[in-house]
């Protein structure tokens, strides 16, 4: 079975600073997809990046950026020029393809507040 | 494109009481999936539909939840009897399966037990 290991349950960040979110996973598989979803207290599950394990370029999404390090089995989430509107759980998931349908695993979450 | 619509909102019940979520997929997704998220926690799925058929239900209560979708368009998610730790929120998402694995997200069904 997959899991997927969010080790930092709260972070806080200044306005306009950096701030990174760590994850890793466990798999055997080879193909799979990784992804950070953003979580407001509306509890609406909305996209912010994705990564193909297979792609060795890191996902950007505007201020959104990945650290993908597939050999270490590593997904980390920077988002720079942190805005009031970034506060939030940030969830690290990840998906493989099962019985011919893609399956996806959450971590438990980082609660993110950015500080004005 | 409409998205991935579920009801009620919100659900307040007694403990040993039933409940049920509705929820409609995006249309032509033929995978549909249910999470529960209880408070602090991460997303646990639940069961999970490839049409009709079912691909995975091995984290699913059986005794007490159950799920179906009969057409193989909308669910219905049923909990009887309902425990104090059933509380927690209930989301339905869907996605394609053979040309996109983005999972899309309903905005979720609140269930308190009291």
């Known amino acids: 079975a997959q899991t997927v290991t969010q080790s930092q349950p709260e972070m806080s960040v200044q306005e306009a600073e950096t701030v990174t979110l760590s994850c890793t996973y466990d798999t055997s598989e080879n193909n799979y997809y990784l992804f950070w979803y953003k979580q407001p207290p509306s509890r609406q599950m909305i996209l912010v990046i994705r990564?193909?394990?297979?792609?060795?370029q890191n996902a950007t999404e505007n201020r959104f950026s990945v650290n993908f390090q597939k050999a270490a089995k590593s997904f980390s989430l920077k988002i720079s020029d942190s805005q009031l509107g970034d506060t939030a759980m940030y969830f690290c998931?990840?998906?493989?393809?099962?019985?011919?349908?893609?399956?996806?695993?959450f971590g438990k979450g980082t609660k993110l507040s950015v500080i004005p | 494109e409409a998205g991935v619509a579920q009801s009620p909102r919100y659900k307040i019940i007694e403990k040993r009481q039933s409940v049920a979520f509705w929820c409609n997929p995006i249309s032509g997704h033929a995978t549909l999936y249910w999470y529960q998220q209880i408070l602090g926690q991460g997303p646990k799925l639940l069961i999970q539909?490839?049409?009709?058929?079912?691909?995975?239900d091995s984290q699913l209560p059986k005794d007490r939840f159950s799920a179906e979708r009969l057409k193989g368009v909308d669910s219905t998610l049923k909990i009887q009897p309902a425990k104090l730790e059933d509380s927690a929120v209930y989301l339905c998402?869907?996605?394609?399966?053979?040309?996109?694995?983005?999972?899309?997200f309903g905005e979720g069904s609140w269930l308190t037990v009291v």
């Open positions: 539909f490839q049409n009709n058929g079912v691909v995975d």
């Open positions: 990564q193909e394990a297979y792609k060795q």
């Open positions: 998402a869907s996605s394609l399966t053979v040309s996109g694995n983005t999972i899309y």
């Open positions: 998931a990840f998906m493989k393809l099962k019985d011919g349908s893609y399956q996806l695993t």
